[in-house]
């Protein structure tokens, strides 16, 4: 008994771990200045002091500066990881182009190749447009949207290289 118990108990444990790792600290952020923007409000509506709502719009206000913060490097991590893409599309685009100058290779799988890889650049030159566009209230949603087609571009150019 003592030994399904504990089982159950792990389990939980290890559940619990796993939903907050798939928060990002962004998204903890937002939470904490939700939270924060709550109890402005509810001191405010239980007749507070002055000092009293002060101190909690003090919180509010370094609750949303954290979050500046944390989504500032959010965005700039994704940047760095899209910059890096378009490079490495860049380098392979290079190498298609020495190889079909060179003769080397099948001629037609190499324009084939580059003219996906031109394709895969304009779309994450494009990822990297809307990363500069987004706010902060659609980051999630727009963060996990370029997390999908910068995934897709990355299986895409990596097959090129099995050919």
């Known amino acids: 008994m003592k030994t399904n118990m504990y089982?159950?108990?792990?389990?939980?444990?290890?559940?619990?771990?796993?939903?907050?790792?798939?928060?990002?600290?962004t998204e903890n952020k937002?939470?904490?200045?939700?939270?924060?923007k709550q109890?402005?409000?509810?001191?405010?509506?239980?007749?507070?002091?002055?000092?009293e709502v002060m101190d909690k719009q003090a919180d509010?206000?370094?609750?949303r500066s954290d979050f500046k913060k944390t989504w500032d490097a959010d965005r700039d991590d994704m940047r760095?990881?899209?910059n890096a893409e378009v490079e490495d599309i860049d380098e392979k685009t290079a190498k298609y182009e020495r190889d079909m100058k060179d003769g080397k290779g099948d001629r037609a799988k190499l324009t084939t190749g580059l003219s996906t890889l031109k394709k895969e650049r304009a779309?994450?030159?494009?990822?990297l447009k809307e990363l500069d566009q987004v706010t902060a209230a659609?980051?999630?949603?727009t963060k996990k949207a370029i997390e999908e087609v910068k995934d897709g571009v990355d299986d895409r150019v990596d097959a090129l290289d099995a050919n």
């Open 138 to 141: 659609s980051w999630p949603k």
């Open 60 to 63: 509010l206000d370094s609750a």
């Open 123 to 127: 779309t994450m030159v494009g990822l």
């Open 7 to 25: 089982a159950a108990t792990a389990l939980a444990l290890m559940l619990g771990t796993f939903q907050l790792s798939c928060e990002s600290k």
């Open 30 to 36: 937002a939470e904490d200045v939700a939270e924060a």
């Open 80 to 82: 760095k990881e899209l």
């Open 39 to 51: 109890e402005v409000i509810n001191t405010q509506e239980e007749g507070g002091t002055k000092e």
